[in-house]
């Protein structure tokens, strides 16, 4: 079974705080993901990665830098947060873009921001 | 862009009964994935379908890229079945996922 694990599970900070969200993956995978779901809407993708040291822009990218340090680690940084980014966080991996697609999730990072 | 319309966006089912979630899509898809959001705020994989239907327990999946629709299926649902239900499709031409906006069981005794 693939293994995708994110961490802080829960997070709170204030407006204007600095947030690190880790994800590592121990599945081989090329392609990573960072999602933000919110209630009443699917999940929505932020940024992705397909290796260290790549980084694509997703569709709702404002606020929100990432990187992926090596082929486990994909980190998402925000680093002046406000309260519409308060969400739940999803890390994603996948072994190919769309071929196979299939994705395997993290359980999810809870951020609130007050 | 893309679109996955997701219904309904609420069920409610008493223990034992069955129903079915829904998504239209506006483009060709070539694969659909369908999840679980659970209590704990947990993703879980349910179905990964390119054509055809799939089975598992109380749960079927089916995927007609040309009518460009899916549906998922539950039989029986119980007690821990609630949750929200999302699908997610990816655009044959580009490859992109996109989601559902999602549905929210509720099983009731």
């Known amino acids: 079974e693939a293994a995708v694990t994110q961490s802080p599970r829960n997070k709170v900070t204030v407006t204007g705080g600095n947030v690190t969200l880790s994800c590592r993956q121990t599945?081989?995978?090329?392609?990573m993901y960072w999602y933000r779901q919110d209630t009443g809407h699917g999940l929505r993708l932020i940024h992705y990665?397909?290796?260290?040291?790549?980084?694509q822009i997703g569709d709702v990218p404002d606020g929100y830098k990432a990187t992926r340090t090596t082929q486990e680690d994909f980190f998402l940084l925000l680093e002046l947060a406000s309260p519409s980014q308060t969400s739940l966080y999803f890390c994603?991996?996948?072994?190919?873009?769309?071929?196979?697609?299939?994705?395997?999730f993290g359980e999810g990072s809870k951020l609130t921001v007050l | 862009g893309d679109q996955v319309e997701q219904s309904p966006s609420a069920l409610s089912l008493h223990e034992g009964t069955g129903s079915a979630l829904r998504c239209n899509f506006t483009?060709?898809?070539?694969?659909v994935q369908w999840f679980r959001k659970n209590s704990r705020g947990s993703l879980i994989n349910l179905f990964y379908?390119?054509?055809g239907t799939k089975e598992n327990g109380r749960l079927k999946s089916a995927f007609d890229s040309k009518e460009r629709y899916s549906t998922l299926h539950i039989r029986d649902a119980q007690l821990e079945d609630s949750g929200t239900y999302f699908c997610?499709?990816?655009?044959?031409?580009?490859?992109?996922?996109?989601f559902g906006d999602g549905t929210v069981l509720t099983v009731k005794p």
């Open positions: 994603a991996s996948s072994d190919e873009w769309g071929n196979t697609g299939q994705l395997y």
């Open positions: 599945n081989s995978h090329n392609y």
């Open positions: 990665s397909y290796g260290a040291g790549n980084l």
């Open positions: 483009t060709t898809m070539r694969a």
């Open positions: 379908l390119a054509s």
């Open positions: 997610a499709a990816i655009n044959t031409n580009t490859g992109k996922l996109t």
